[in-house]
């Protein structure tokens, strides 16, 4: 089905080590996002993109680096993982910012 | 700063029987509101937004200024209905979804 995937859907890692999040939209949207769901805390947005070329800090951007690589493509980066990041990252899409979103089936990230 | 406050992280209702899932806002400006639901296994998707006045699934939500809130309703609840509900508000200066922090639905048989 068209829309948006995500890349690994799971994954473990060592705490120090470093790892991409992929994110493909095939909708042709503008503004692409990055999320973290955790227990009692909801979504909360890392970094978004509102366009292609750029990038912005959301909520919790701390410990992740982000690249809107063209118009479909969006990945998350962690240079360093610590245990604080285990979450299920999700990565969502909208034609434009003041769009509701179209989200991915996410990635389940631990960090030992 | 603009915050959704979901007050329930769970909420358990009998099938047929009414289901109110609430949500309050903080917003300085006009906020635009929205419904997402998460099925097990499934990913996230819009439920219903205000601006529209639908009636999704059944689920209907009102914005109410007054109260700031936007609690999504539905007069008999199905079991199908069990999932993880997400209220959300558009922050029209920052231009992002802000999330409230989910309130999972279970509808008992």
């Known amino acids: 089905n068209a829309g948006v995937t995500q890349t690994p859907k799971f994954q473990v890692l060592k705490t120090g080590q470093s790892m991409t999040l992929q994110c493909a939209q095939d909708?042709?949207?503008?503004?692409m996002y990055w999320y973290r769901q955790d227990p009692g805390m909801g979504l909360r947005l890392i970094y978004y993109s509102a366009s292609e070329g750029t990038t912005d800090k959301g909520e919790v951007p701390n410990g992740y680096n982000v690249s809107r690589l063209n118009k479909r493509e969006f990945s998350l980066r962690l240079e360093s993982a610590a245990p604080s990041q285990t979450s299920v990252y999700f990565c969502?899409?909208?034609?434009?910012?003041?769009?509701?979103?179209?989200f991915g089936d996410g990635t389940r990230l631990s960090i030992l | 700063a603009q915050r959704v406050t979901q007050p329930e992280k769970l909420l358990s209702v009998f099938k047929g029987a009414p289901v109110e899932l609430k949500c309050n806002y903080s917003?300085?400006?006009?906020?635009?509101l929205f419904w997402y639901v998460q099925y097990s296994r499934q990913r996230l998707q819009l439920l219903l937004r205000h601006i529209s006045r639908e009636s999704i699934k059944g689920f209907t939500a009102d914005l109410n200024k007054g109260e700031t809130s936007f609690h999504l309703k539905k007069p008999f609840a199905q079991e199908e209905d069990s999932a993880m509900y997400y209220c959300a508000l558009k922050d029209g200066g920052a231009q992002k979804l802000v999330f409230g922090q989910g309130t999972r639905l279970t509808i008992n048989p």
């Open positions: 969502a899409s909208s034609e434009a910012l003041d769009r509701d979103g179209i």
């Open positions: 917003y300085s400006g006009s906020p635009e």
């Open positions: 909708m042709n949207h503008n503004s």
